[in-house]
């Protein structure tokens, strides 16, 4: 049901012609003022251009105790091998504001440029359904990511999560 909803906003809102939407499911948590991510986005534009695909609101997800877990790495799939699997690894500053990242788990609140609804969708028609939405999101080959260095808005900690369950491989394990 995630993937489906997530894709079909994306979808609906790349066939309404959006440049630009915040994306958030149903356990987000205000940690300030929503009205900064306004000001985020002119503030990326201004530091790495108008090219970025995907600003994240909040850093990273938290475990259950609140500590942050950064995913470094991706989970396999059968039909699509990517062409840089370094980047998954990488997480790079760029400013007080902001950290370029190659993967992440959740998405929780996301901003999406119609450059990375594009991409996702392009990629899940090409290569499918396959994994949860936040282990596959990240994965076709030139999605440009980034975060927030401070939480914006996040998701509440302890929230029961659809695909906390199963027993899919976390990022590369092995």
């Not at 995907?54 to 938290?62: A, M, N, P, Q, Y």
């Not at 504001?97 to 190659?102: E, I, L, P, R, Y």
């Amino acid at each position: 049901g995630i993937v489906l909803s997530h894709l079909s906003i994306l979808q609906d809102a790349f066939d309404a012609g959006y440049e630009t939407i915040w994306v958030m499911e149903d356990d987000i948590q205000l940690i300030q003022n929503p009205h900064l991510i306004s000001d985020l986005i002119e503030r990326l534009d201004s530091q790495v251009g108008k090219s970025w695909d995907i600003l994240f609101t909040d850093r990273d997800t938290k475990n259950d105790r609140g500590e942050y877990v950064p995913c470094l790495g991706f989970a396999r799939r059968p039909n699509f091998a990517p062409e840089n699997q370094e980047r998954f690894f990488t997480r790079t500053e760029i400013s007080a504001d902001f950290s370029k990242v190659g993967a992440r788990y959740g998405a929780y609140s996301m901003i999406v440029r119609r450059s990375g609804m594009k991409k996702i969708l392009d990629f899940i028609k090409s290569c499918h359904v396959f994994l949860p939405y936040d282990m596959d999101f990240f994965l076709p080959n030139d999605i440009s990511l980034y975060a927030v260095n401070h939480d914006v808005v996040s998701f509440q900690v302890g929230s029961p999560s659809d695909n906390g369950g199963p027993n899919y491989l976390n990022c590369l394990d092995e």
